[in-house]
């Protein structure tokens, strides 16, 4: 927290704005819209509006609805990413097929992708109707690759940038780049409202649609009247208040992240067998949402897990990197397009202490902990 956080609560309660609309809600979309619209050269300024939601999840529902996903369809989805990026295919009623990551980003194959397109054609006589791209762990996926494969087949593009606010590809922010963008500030998340999401979105009409739906579909008649499937997904008031509040430190959390990287990586620079996930090139910025590692176990004699129990016993949380998704049972019926590099990332690798506490001391002392690790 800044502390300018419950300054904004104290202004919804003493103006009684303790509801799902508000100034802050206005305030804090305002915030957002004027941070992700400005891009460094040489990417365009951005013009994109901004809906504050109750979740990331409900801000990739949204973007599904508004892209007319419904029963029958197939969504492509990248299967390297947390659940909550394909439940919301499902909420539909449609299909996800998974596509697997390539090496350099951990994100989308765009070759993989083309394949899946092509394939899905051949099968179900149909292009799939939606494709979601991830930016897995503040990661920027290959977009130029990726978006010129969606516009030859005139594919729509929602990216779950959940975990990449203020990552930056050629300059342009995440969640920018397709027809629509989901976000999220759930407890883990970069910044935080408690709970909460966004959807970011092409225009004003399409803002207003997308907050007509999150607002229980109403239609402008005196008495409630409906003619779409509604959904209670605005964000509160007192929730958008810690937002605006944490706007003022978003660049500071980014810069610690960035900072708890680079001590990583002058750790691991001399460490054989342990490779630290960072950006390809200069074109990627990320925000170094979480740090990971992938350890070649013929080389350090140790896996992920021995490691994670090791670290474990000295009192530091490490985690696996995230299962993927056409690994999981729920999704065990979904077509998948797989190349092994998910599952190789899920065998090998390891989420290391990166939060807003985790000091260069901290830092220090887990390095020397896997230090130790080789010693065993
Ligand atoms: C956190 C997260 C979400 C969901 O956001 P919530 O605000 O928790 O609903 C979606 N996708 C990814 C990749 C996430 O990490």
């Known amino acids: 927290m800044s502390g300018n956080e419950i300054k904004y609560i104290n202004e919804a309660f003493d103006d009684n704005w303790v509801v799902p609309l508000g100034p802050n809600v206005n305030g804090f979309e305002l915030d957002l819209e004027t941070y992700l619209n400005h891009s460094t050269e040489p990417a365009p300024q951005m013009h994109k509006h901004v809906v504050a939601l109750s979740a990331g999840t409900a801000a990739i529902h949204l973007g599904l609805v508004q892209l007319g996903v419904g029963r029958g369809d197939e969504v492509i989805c990248q299967s390297f990413t947390f659940s909550a990026s394909a439940n919301p295919i499902l909420y539909q009623g449609a299909t996800p097929v998974f596509v697997d990551s390539e090496p350099d980003t951990w994100n989308m194959s765009p070759e993989l992708l083309e394949q899946a ?4 054609k051949r099968v179900t006589g149909r292009y799939p109707k939606a494709i979601i791209i991830v930016h897995l762990y503040g990661m920027p996926a290959m977009m130029d690759e990726l978006m010129s494969i969606a516009d030859k087949y005139g594919i729509p593009v929602l990216e779950d940038a959940a975990e990449a606010l203020g990552s930056r590809y050629g300059g342009q922010c995440c969640g920018t780049f397709g027809h629509y963008g989901a976000l999220s500030f759930n407890g883990n998340k970069m910044i935080t409202t408690s709970g909460g999401g966004a959807l970011v979105v092409p225009g004003e009409k399409e803002k207003n649609e997308v907050m007509f739906y999150a607002t229980q579909s109403r239609e402008p008649f005196p008495y409630y009247q409906h003619e779409k499937v509604g959904y209670n997904y605005r964000m ?5 208040g810690i937002g605006r509040g944490q706007m003022t430190i978003l660049e500071e959390h980014i810069a610690h992240h960035r900072h708890v990287h680079a001590l990583y ?4 620079a001399d460490m054989e067998g342990i490779e630290l996930f960072s950006n390809p090139s200069d074109k990627w910025d990320s925000n170094y949402w979480l740090c990971n590692i992938v350890i070649d176990k013929e080389v350090t004699g140790f ?14 949380e490490s985690r696996p990197l995230w299962k993927p998704m056409h690994l999981q049972p729920v999704f065990s019926n979904c077509p998948a397009y797989t190349n092994g590099v998910s599952e190789s990332l899920f065998a090998k690798g390891l989420c290391l202490p990166a939060g807003p506490w985790v000091s260069d001391n901290d830092i220090a002392r887990i390095i020397q902990h896997i230090k130790d690790a080789y010693r065993r």
Do not use: K, T
């Not at 509160?236 to 958008?240: E, F, Q, V, Y």
């Not at 896996?303 to 009192?315: F, K, N, S, T």
């Open 117 to 120: 397109i092509i394939d899905r």
């Open 236 to 240: 509160s008031n007192i929730c958008a």
């Open 265 to 268: 990586a002058e750790a691991f």
């Open 303 to 316: 896996d992920y897990e021995e490691l994670r129990q090791a670290l474990d016993h000295a009192g530091i």
